[in-house]
């Protein structure tokens, strides 16, 4: 009996060939619609009964009688904890022991095709080794098993929220369909967001689009706000995801002849380079940087077109305000938008200022679909809330300590230096430069999540900071000479050493991960 990761290694799999992960909900019956020779294929529990896999997987022992001569027939290996669960509870037997009686598990081993590997949820290690975590079901223990391998890029059919099987398994229903007492199968999409984060896996069902392609509107001066947003954005995200700043692009925006005609931000028409960008193909996100996300941005993803080419937020009934345009799913296939044609027609009076930015009047079909939770303004609730915009540009949280919802964008600032996603010296340099507020660099070190309530030693930090945005109505002095003057870079450097010290203990009790970003690493 070996381990996975010895199978692993010694077999000479690639860890660069894709894996799919086969589970029993409903996409499992999408599998006829792909290719799955180009995967290597692993099963979670009764799925290797319809077809032939590289790797059958089950965490509960009671799966191999369920599964019976399908195991010996349509897997080349099978694989289970060194303890695996019994009735969805942890065993107390090791997956030698219950070989020695067990005959299907007998001839596996005898034939060298049962493989095992540590699970978290057991007391019994078999050696030194990796330890697989799960907490919520089997499909979370198959990506950290896949990720700990090594592999990049994982697959999945049959992975699926809700509360169903795929028709293949109607006889199961009333025997395994969520067993383990959980309320849906939607709970494995927080482990599997975890997973990740922490990795960099390359993960996706392979019924939907992906990566998640996210433009954000935004200038140099928000890039804080930018990566404080794709963490966010990343934490809650059960599939991989694309954070682009649509600044960094490398489309020159011509300038409309008529001043009123003129974009009303340095980012009103970085939207409309969305499908150039994305080759005018497949889905696209458009949000503003002055956002945080609480929820799986697969939710918005995966929203139904259902003929339009773009999709915005409603607003609540008696609102008064139109649909919001800030978060849109454009359908880049269909929008054959191109820059220079956009200003040419408003300089031509095709349509006005407003019928482009507040209509999208160069889309056929606009359909306001999102539910207004992905755009709250200025709004906070835990259980409905999926993304805050910070409209209020005087009291944004890397500019102001007076937000009330500013504990929020700090404490997701703090625990992306934690996880490594940036670091203390990019977060001074952003100070220094006048982007964000000093006293930031203080509720780092001292990681203080509510600005609302900092000392007076704190505040004085900010006592000459001028935001970006009233720098821009001043004149356009220097940033630095307009904020951060006042500052002796001797108390910036104190804050910092405070700041690198802490973080670094806890990095060394956590033992936590670099998190990958598509953004330029800083």
Not at 127 to 156: C, H, I, M, Q, W
Not at 285 to 293: K, P
Not at 461 to 481: A, C, Q, T
């Amino acid at each position: 009996m070996r381990s996975f990761f010895e199978w692993f290694q010694g077999e000479g799999v690639d860890p660069n060939k894709p894996w799919l992960i086969l589970g029993k909900g409903p996409s499992f019956s999408k599998r006829n619609q792909f290719d799955l020779t180009a995967y290597s294929t692993l099963s979670l529990n009764h799925a290797v009964r319809e077809l032939p896999v590289t790797v059958a997987h089950m965490i509960d022992y009671n799966v191999v009688d369920g599964c019976g001569e399908a195991l010996l027939a349509n897997a080349r290996y099978v694989l289970l904890p060194w303890v695996p669960h019994i009735d969805n509870v942890p065993g107390s037997e090791t997956l030698a022991e219950l070989a020695r009686r067990h005959q299907i598990l007998r001839r596996l081993d005898e034939q060298g095709r049962l493989l095992y590997y540590n699970l978290s949820t057991a007391r019994k290690r078999n050696r030194e080794g990796p330890v697989v975590r799960v907490r919520y079901f089997s499909a979370d223990a198959a990506v950290n098993l896949l990720a700990t391998a090594g592999v990049r890029k994982v697959r999945s059919l049959g992975i699926d929220g809700g509360i169903t099987y795929s028709g293949e398994f109607d006889d199961l229903k009333d025997k395994t369909l969520l067993a383990n007492t959980r309320d849906s199968f939607d709970k494995q999409f927080q482990e599997i967001a975890r997973s990740i984060l922490a990795t960099g896996i390359d993960y996706a069902p392979l019924d939907i689009e992906s990566p998640v392609r996210i433009y954000v509107g935004a200038t140099e001066a928000q890039m804080l706000a930018v990566k404080v947003l794709e963490y966010s954005i990343r934490k809650h995200a059960s599939m991989s995801v694309e954070v682009y700043p649509l600044h960094r692009c490398e489309i020159e925006i011509p300038m409309p002849k008529d001043p009123e005609s003129r974009p009303r931000t340095p980012f009103s028409f970085q939207r409309f380079l969305i499908p150039a960008l994305a080759g005018h193909r497949g889905r696209a996100i458009y949000v503003d940087s002055d956002m945080q996300v609480f929820a799986d941005i697969r939710r918005l993803w995966t929203l139904p077109f259902d003929g339009a080419d773009l999709l915005t937020v409603h607003e609540p009934e008696n609102s008064g305000r139109r649909p919001q345009v800030s978060v849109m799913i454009l359908n880049c296939g269909s929008l054959e938008w191109r820059i220079e044609d956009i200003v040419e027609k408003l300089d031509d009076k095709r349509f006005t200022y407003e019928q482009l930015m507040y209509e999208m009047a160069l889309a056929k079909t606009v359909r306001a679909s999102i539910s207004p939770v992905w755009n709250s303004l200025e709004r906070y609730d835990e259980a409905e809330t999926a993304l805050i915009h910070y409209t209020d540009m005087p009291t944004q949280p890397w500019v102001s300590r007076r937000n009330r919802l500013g504990y929020l964008w700090v404490r997701d600032l703090i625990e992306a230096v934690d996880a490594g996603f940036m670091t203390i010296s990019y977060v001074r340099e952003q100070v220094a430069k006048g982007f964000v507020r000093p006293s930031l660099l203080y509720q780092l070190a001292r990681r203080r999540e509510n600005p609302i309530d900092l000392p007076v030693a704190a505040r004085l930090m900010d006592r000459k900071f001028l935001p970006p945005y009233r720098n821009v109505e001043s004149g356009g002095k220097k940033l630095k000479e307009c904020s951060t003057a006042f500052l002796d870079d001797l108390a910036l450097k104190y804050y910092e050493k405070i700041a690198v010290s802490i973080l670094a203990k806890k990095k060394r009790k956590s033992r936590s991960q670099v998190i990958p970003s598509t953004l330029t690493a800083v």
